[in-house]
T-cell receptor, first 116, second 114 residues
């Protein structure tokens, strides 16, 4: 079946503008994660959704970052008033979740965000 | 919260040699330890994982060992090939709770020289 998809693949925006990044997880996956990966760096956890539970927002770097998920499907990561340090690849991942003890995370191709 | 340290940050080996990457974790309740491989410009992909009820797991040229007492786990790649060149990330999770969040190490850039 289809894997995790993300859009857009690339986004160039001016400093101060808002951006929305979209993630379509694998169908049936209850868990969805957002990560930020700066050039040559590791995976920085941002936020995690699990079913109908309250999301784990502990990784969001500031109140300019927010995310929503509609049920167990699409998620949107919003960055308001973008700054140059927001430039990075934003990766989304999904997994079947803990109910079936299936923890493997399947990553999307990422959105490369460049703030000029 | 969990903290995962990964070493070395870069590793260069000759084709055919073995490569070992080590990780330590801080939360003794963590019980699931995956390794992800990320080739240049591509997305991370799971290559092997281990749960805390076993000490070692092997899949062809790749093996992972876990020492729960010392809270460290390692990735072993034998007979390395140029296509093994990538960034490798270790991670840890406590699957006993209701939060299935992975904490990743900072990654190891492995270069296999032909």
């Amino acid at each position: 079946g289809a894997g995790v998809s993300q859009s857009p693949s690339n986004k160039v925006t001016e400093k101060g503008k808002d951006v929305e990044l979209r993630c379509d997880p694998i169908s049936g996956h209850t868990a969805l994660y957002w990560y930020r990966q700066r050039l040559g760096q590791g995976l920085e956890f941002l936020i995690y959704f699990q079913g109908n539970s309250a999301p784990d927002k502990s990784g969001l770097p500031s109140d300019r970052f927010s995310a929503e998920r509609t049920g167990e499907s699409v998620s949107t990561l919003t960055i308001q008033r973008t700054q140059q340090e927001d430039s990075a690849v934003y990766l989304c991942a999904s997994s079947r979740g803990g109910v079936v003890r299936a923890y493997e995370q399947y990553f999307g191709p990422g959105t490369r965000l460049t703030v000029t | 919260g969990e903290n995962v340290e990964q070493h070395p940050s870069t590793l260069s080996v000759q084709e055919g040699d073995s490569a070992v990457i080590k990780c330590t974790y801080s939360d003794s309740a963590s019980n699931y330890f995956p390794w992800y491989k990320q080739e240049l410009g591509k997305r991370p992909q799971l290559i092997i994982d281990i749960r805390s009820n076993v000490g070692e797991k092997k899949d062809q040229r790749i093996a992972v060992t876990l020492n729960k007492t010392a809270k460290h786990f390692s990735l072993h790649i034998t007979e390395t090939q140029p296509e093994d060149s990538a960034v490798y990330f270790c991670a840890a999770m406590n699957s006993g709770g209701s939060n299935y969040k992975l904490t990743f190490g900072k990654g190891t850039l492995l270069t296999v020289n032909p």
